[in-house]
């Protein structure tokens, strides 16, 4: 069972940048396409952004021009620079494969602890 572990998260002021970093206990070559979710309390998650393993992205139309994805596969990373923050994107934001997503739903095996961001000023 591949572990994912989400950094990065924190307390940025409206219009300012973070990036989140999610390492894989496996080579990301394994994955065929790797997402970024977020979740806020009583909402379900949500994808925001994916990319495949040829480098293929995908936003939601919430983040474009906002949010970039990126992997590093020699570091089993994915990445997600966000710019320009709302107070609406705050969250706590997982990765995950797209596929495993789907599988283990709300189970949290499935997923890794996560990492917080607040939008605040």
């Known amino acids: 069972q591949v572990q994912l572990v989400e950094s990065g998260g924190g307390l940025v002021q409206p219009g300012g940048s973070l990036r989140l970093s999610c390492t894989a206990s496996?080579?990301?070559?394994?994955?065929?396409?790797m997402g970024w979710y977020r979740q806020v309390p009583g909402e379900q998650r949500e994808l925001v952004a994916s990319i495949t393993k040829t480098g293929s992205t995908n936003y939601v139309d919430f983040v474009k021009g906002r949010f970039t994805i990126s992997s590093d596969n020699a570091k089993n990373t994915v990445y997600l620079q966000m710019n320009s923050l709302k107070p609406e994107d705050a969250a706590v934001y997982y990765c995950n494969e797209l596929s495993r997503a789907v599988v283990g739903g709300t189970n949290p095996d499935y997923w890794g602890p996560g990492t917080q961001v607040t939008v605040s000023s």
């Open positions: 496996a080579s990301l070559f394994n994955f065929y396409a």
